[in-house]
């Protein structure tokens, strides 16, 4: 097994309000996109995937069905799922579209006189209370108040 297997490959958000099947889909997509997994390269089996991530195998199968309906993996009877296309060469316009609008609210910052270590604390700050508001909305949906 490989260094970079050692990290589990998906672990649920229960912040989001995205199903599971919904955020293994686009984590796998995301992995395939930055070339973690490359093409012809085996996916971790349903079952493992499943075990290692505490989710259901039905959650991963239709996870999987998904990512082959979109082209990015094939299935091959008897053998597993691998990935089909090589999305690393492929522009992705969703997170170019993203990096252009970070890439701007940088560059308004930095006109603000604000420097590049300002700029990330920050965005660190506001990504946790993003963060933090995701987490009181998912112990509100699900009634859990208790001490953390």
């Not at 493992?48 to 991530?53: G, I, K, P, T, Y």
């Not at 609008?101 to 604390?121: K, N, S």
Request: charged share 30%; hydrophobic share 35%; glycine share 6%.
């Amino acid at each position: 097994m490989s260094a970079r297997r050692e990290q589990p490959i998906f672990r649920v958000d229960d912040t989001s309000d995205l199903p599971i099947w919904v955020q293994l889909r686009n984590r796998i997509t995301y992995l395939i996109r930055t070339g973690h997994f490359k093409p012809g390269e085996q996916l971790p089996s349903i079952r493992s995937l499943a075990a290692e991530a505490k989710i259901n195998y039905n959650t991963v199968t239709k996870a999987y069905r998904e990512l082959e309906l979109a082209g990015l993996v094939v299935m091959v009877r008897g053998r597993g799922m691998y990935v089909e296309k090589n999305l690393a060469e492929e522009a992705e316009p969703d997170l170019a579209a993203a990096d252009m609008l970070l890439e701007d609210c940088v560059r308004r910052y930095r006109t603000l006189g604000m420097t590049f270590d300002e700029i990330r604390d920050r965005m660190e700050s506001f990504t946790e209370s993003l963060r933090s508001e995701a987490e009181d909305a998912a112990r509100t949906r699900t009634g859990y108040h208790g001490q953390d």
